[in-house]
């Protein structure tokens, strides 16, 4: 038991960046480890991408129920979120007088359009990946207009209620637009 | 003594409103990390108006440089800022429960029945993805509007943009966090040459 919260202390020390960057290593931590089968891990990951909540704390939830039940889970997740929680705690204590730094202003300067060319990068990859099958280069092509549609719908929906409300929708009525979309058109269509 | 009472129940109200906010987030985000930016943003700038864009921009900033889930840095982030250190636990704790509740249920489930093997919940799985390429989309170009256009930070961020999809494409594993570190450091050093030429000039008119 105490074996699965350091490890996933570890996780939780050593991933940076969220969810995509940590799956490789719980990968191997869950094999080589805690002996589960890499077909199970990978349903775990397909599970945890779409269900709600960060997949850090999805996989560790999972693996710490497949090994030890419901005492395995909590032990598990605690492990993945103590590392963050305490590093933004000292920063948080010392980030007052941090950001009036002008060298830590020139760093973060840097970084926030980085973040912003991360974020809408990471929304083109999808669009690619989901929408036309493309994953990397030897992929092949294949085009999903069902998926289309629903962003088409989800888009239409979320920019006509801004011009008309003044605000922006909230995302989670968008979400449940969507699940229900899908059941509609890939199951009846 | 009726007072102090008083203060202390608006102070646990506020505590648990900040617990409630992020129990939220963690019950309606979807997809990891960058979705989560997403949702974080409508609540924390529009809704409750925690914080203006520049400090969120920050916030994430610094999320994404430290190590851990972006969720959590975020929530304990938040909460330090709203309520110390009881609330950056609230806030976590908050952010964490609705997975832990969540998955916990469905490991049970998945175990008793082949919940998986439901076509429906399939397609619903289905129309929730192409909403998160949405959402992702449009908290990014949100945050591209409120972002200081000069040529260096557009030339930072396509830079980023172009890598990131090439490298996705042919198949080259390069972490998020080097870009987030690259970019600091060349910023930093612009502002040290910089700063040091200002120095020189001074020094020459004197």
């Given amino acids: 038991m105490l074996s699965l919260f350091w490890e996933f202390f570890k996780i939780g020390l050593f991933t940076f960046g969220g969810g995509y960057a940590m799956i490789p290593l719980v990968t191997e931590t869950a094999v080589n480890v805690f002996n589960i089968s890499n077909e199970t891990v990978l349903n775990f990951i397909a599970i945890s991408e779409s269900t709600p909540g960060p997949i850090a704390i999805n996989m560790a939830t999972f693996i710490g129920y497949t090994t030890y039940g419901v005492l395995g889970a909590i032990i598990a997740t605690l492990g993945v979120i103590l590392p963050s929680f305490l590093i933004i705690l000292l920063i948080s204590t010392l980030i007052k007088n941090l950001l009036k730094i002008s060298y830590v202003q020139a760093f973060l300067s840097g970084v926030r359009p980085v973040v912003v060319g991360l974020i809408i990068g990471t929304g083109i990859i999808l669009f690619i990946e989901i929408i036309f099958g493309i994953q990397t280069i030897d992929s092949t092509f294949s085009f999903d207009y069902k998926s289309l549609m629903i962003f088409s719908i989800i888009a239409s929906i979320s920019i006509m209620y801004k011009v008309i409300k003044k605000k922006f929708i909230s995302p989670i009525i968008l979400i449940i637009i969507s699940a229900l979309l899908g059941i509609i058109i890939f199951g009846v269509f | ?206």
């Avoid at chain 2, 009726?2 to 997809?31: A, D, P, Q, R, Y």
């Avoid at chain 2, 950056?88 to 832990?100: D, I, N, R």
């Fill in chain 2, 1 to 206: 003594m009726v007072m102090l009472l008083l203060i202390s129940m608006k102070k646990i109200k506020e505590l648990l409103h900040l617990f409630w906010v992020f129990f939220k987030v963690g019950l309606f985000t979807f997809g990891g990390g960058y979705a989560m930016i997403a949702v974080l943003e409508n609540e924390l700038i529009d809704k409750q108006k925690w914080m203006d864009k520049e400090e969120f921009l920050n916030m994430v900033a610094i999320a994404e440089s430290t190590p851990g889930p972006i969720a959590i840095n975020s929530a304990t982030f938040v909460g330090y800022k709203k309520a110390k250190g009881i609330g950056a636990s609230l806030c976590t704790l908050g952010v964490t429960l609705p997975s832990l509740i969540i998955i916990t249920i469905l490991s049970f489930l998945i175990e008793k029945f082949n919940l998986l093997e439901i076509d429906y919940v399939n397609y619903a799985f289905r129309g929730i993805s192409a909403c998160i390429i949405f959402l992702i989309l449009f908290a990014g170009i949100k945050m591209f509007i409120s972002l200081k256009k000069d040529l260096i930070s557009l030339s930072f961020l396509f830079i980023t943009l172009i890598c990131l999809i090439l490298f996705s494409i042919f198949n080259i594993s390069f972490s998020t966090v080097f870009y987030i570190l690259i970019g600091g450091f060349i910023s930093l050093i612009i502002f040290s040459v910089n700063k040091l030429v200002n120095k020189l000039k001074k020094g020459d008119k004197n």
